[in-house]
């Protein structure tokens, strides 16, 4: 069951996740607490639908945004998917990508220090949603091509920003 919240403003500073759930209502995205630390919402990118969900560590002051592509990378494909990894975060200035070790499943994941107030800027929640969403719409037709189209590492890399560069 949903955690009610009251309405925000979304252009005022706010506890992080209350702040995200309040972004996500105002762009459309369905979006549910799943306990009061944390919000998880349904963002679509190019290739699919990706899951956010914004994690509060309040004794860290810590932001933590995993968005999940739905995508699971089978036990005979880690070693390549492993490899890929590699290479794609060498190409990231926020975050990176992991496969989650229960499962096998991709993921973006990006922290967020916020400062001492525990508050959070619309600015920045944007700008980090935004990222988050980039960065998987980047990067996934290269776990695509390791996945399901039997290309190497590098040349799934390869290919997936060479086709990147070429969108308008």
């Not at 956010?52 to 005979?76: G, M, T």
Request: negative net charge.
């Amino acid at each position: 069951m949903p955690i009610a919240r009251e309405t925000m403003d979304i252009n005022e500073d706010a506890a992080p996740v209350e702040l995200l759930a309040a972004f996500f209502d105002a762009n459309g995205w369905p979006c549910e607490f799943v306990n009061e630390d944390e919000v998880c919402a349904d963002i679509p990118g190019s290739w699919t639908t990706y899951q956010l969900r914004a994690i509060w560590r309040r004794e860290d002051q810590v932001l933590q945004l995993l968005c999940l592509p739905e995508v699971r990378v089978p036990d005979q494909k880690k070693p390549a998917a492993f490899e890929l990894l590699a290479l794609v975060n060498e190409q990231l200035w926020l975050g990176h990508f992991d496969i989650w070790s229960q499962g096998g499943v991709l993921l973006y994941r990006h922290g967020l220090v916020v400062g001492r107030d525990g508050l959070l800027s619309l600015p920045v929640a944007q700008m980090a949603v935004e990222s988050a969403v980039a960065e998987c719409d980047r990067f996934y037709p290269a776990f695509q091509f390791v996945l399901w189209g039997d290309k190497t590492p590098r040349e799934a890399l390869d290919a997936a920003l060479v086709d990147a560069m070429g969108e308008a």
